[in-house]
């Protein structure tokens, strides 16, 4: 449960830009190693992107589009609040992030599928 | 209610139908609403929430329920407060998990299910029961740079400032703040790292940062960009839903980011 001094739209943007971080720094390894296959074992990467052709992976993968999209829209956000001229539509400009991450990350799993 | 049953207690009586004494007494009681009350009780050692029922009334406050509870119930209870009209910062509590002015919130506006939970001020030390030692939270106060640098003594004549500059507009949104401790409570920065300098100090330092009759802006650049400084905040922005004055010091302290980084660019520190 989130206490109640934290249930707030701004909060609950914090909390989604710091598990995007943590989720974007746990995959992004991954996926270099995997990209790296490219140039050292091109029949691992091949298997790989059949593995990756599966529904399931799919879904995931438009979870890990969202995550980058969520933190760098909700990043710009923060750059935006802390140095641009003060905006009274904090909530608004947090809410947009999220539907601009939307929007990103349901047009790549469009594409994909 | 109380006068609807010594309305049907008077025509019980006038057709002598009068009912025995503890049957006036179970009536009486129950049209008393009483809600249920749960106190933080102990010291800086530790403590635990106590239970009090508390008879309620119109336009009652959650600070003189903690009044009843230490009058009527426990006269042990230990809490602060003074001018009880939201002008001295010195009542505040947290309510049902918020950090709120106790003098200034209305019961109804926060009873859940007929009861209240009262503790002290989150992110400070208690001294004890519902009283937070304020001492931190005025101790980065002027950590942060919060006092007037002068550039003038007072033999010369006093500076005109004009109201209408940019400057001016802004401070005046940040100065009518009462060192409640409020926004402090709020903000899950100050409770995860003991050094940062709080929401209300911040705001106080870039009032005093703007004001053009401050001899040493860069002093207050300083202190507000060291280990426990503004860029810690995470502009959450908890300070700035919870304040009772409606102040912003999520803003203030943006606006201190935007000027300390400015001003490391521009060679300075
Ligand atoms: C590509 C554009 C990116 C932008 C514009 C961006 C922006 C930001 C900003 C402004 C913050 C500070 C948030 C705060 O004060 O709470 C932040 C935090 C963070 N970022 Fe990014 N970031 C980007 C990419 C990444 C990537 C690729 C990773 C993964 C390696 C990452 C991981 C993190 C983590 C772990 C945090 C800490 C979260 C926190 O403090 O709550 N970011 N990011
Ligand atoms: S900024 Fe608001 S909440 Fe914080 S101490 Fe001042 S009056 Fe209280
Ligand atoms: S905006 Fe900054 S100072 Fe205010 S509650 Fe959030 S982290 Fe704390
Ligand atoms: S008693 Fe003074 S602000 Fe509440």
Request: aromatic fraction near 10%.
């Amino acid at each position: 449960m989130i206490r109640p001094h934290r249930s707030h739209p701004l909060w609950i943007a914090y909390l989604l830009h710091r598990l995007s971080g943590l989720g974007l720094a746990l995959f992004l390894p991954v996926h270099f190693y995997v990209l790296a296959f490219a140039l050292n074992e091109p029949e691992r990467l091949d298997g790989f992107l059949r593995f990756a052709d599966n529904p399931l992976v799919k879904i995931a993968e438009f979870g890990l589009v969202f995550l980058l999209a969520v933190h760098v829209f909700g990043g710009l956000r923060l750059l935006a609040l802390e140095f641009l001229p003060w905006s009274p539509r904090q909530k608004t400009l947090a809410a947009s992030a999220v539907a601009a991450a939307f929007l990103v990350a349901g047009t790549f799993f469009l594409q994909a599928v | 209610m109380i006068s609807i049953y010594s309305f049907l207690l008077e025509t019980l009586t006038a057709i002598n139908a009068a009912p025995s004494f503890t049957v006036i007494e179970a009536v009486l009681s129950a049209s008393m609403q009483e809600m249920d009350v749960s106190v933080w009780r102990g010291d800086a050692s530790g403590g635990g929430l106590e239970h009090f029922r508390v008879p309620a009334e119109e336009s009652q406050t959650i600070l003189d329920v903690v009044a009843w509870i230490q009058q009527y119930a426990d006269p042990t209870l230990s809490y602060r407060y003074a001018c009880r009209v939201g002008m001295c910062g010195s009542c505040a509590m947290m309510v049902n998990g918020v950090p709120r002015w106790t003098c200034r919130t209305h019961v109804k506006k926060v009873l859940k299910d007929n009861a209240i939970t009262i503790e002290p001020l989150r992110n400070l030390p208690v001294i004890k029961d519902l009283a937070a030692d304020m001492d931190p939270f005025f101790d980065k106060w002027v950590a942060a740079g919060g006092v007037h640098h002068p550039t003038k003594t007072r033999n010369e004549p006093i500076e005109i400032l004009d109201p209408k500059t940019p400057e001016r507009v802004e401070t005046d949104t940040g100065i009518e703040c009462i060192n409640c401790s409020v926004c402090y409570a709020a903000c899950d920065t100050v409770s995860s790292n003991v050094d940062f300098l709080g929401p209300a100090a911040l705001q106080r330092a870039w009032t005093i940062y703007l004001d053009p009759k401050d001899a040493d802006p860069n002093v207050i650049l300083d202190a507000v960009s060291g280990k426990g400084g503004c860029h810690n905040c995470h502009s959450q922005g908890s300070c700035t839903l919870h304040c009772p004055n409606g102040l912003n010091p999520m803003k203030a302290i943006a606006g201190l980011k935007r000027a300390t980084v400015a001003s490391f660019f521009k060679g300075g520190r």
